[in-house]
């Protein structure tokens, strides 16, 4: 599969994999509403590969997602 993860973050036994979306301020739906149900699938799927290339052991794994519109940055913990 093609594609990136735009973030990566560890902190102890967690590891957080996060979308980074922009939009124009007063975009319909708003950055938040690009990461589709597909994004979301693609991202897990990356993020599967990921793991299985860094050889990490059993660790807890989130996936967020930060919003920027306009100036607005929103960070999603958890988003999906």
């Known amino acids: ?9 560890r902190r102890d036994d967690l590891i957080v994999f996060c979308e980074v979306k922009a ?3 007063g ?3 708003g950055a938040v ?10 991202v ?6 990921w793991l299985r290339a860094a050889g ?3 660790i ?3 996936f967020d997602v930060v ?3 306009g100036v607005r940055l929103t960070h999603y913990e958890s988003a999906f």
């Open 67 to 69: 919003a920027i519109d």
């Open 23 to 25: 939009r124009r301020a």
């Open 1 to 9: 599969m093609q594609g990136d993860i735009d973030l990566v973050v």
């Open 44 to 49: 897990r799927t990356l993020a599967e590969s």
């Open 60 to 62: 807890d794994v989130r």
């Open 27 to 29: 975009s319909p739906g």
């Open 33 to 42: 509403a690009a990461v589709t149900p597909a994004k979301q699938a693609q």
């Open 56 to 58: 990490s052991p059993a």
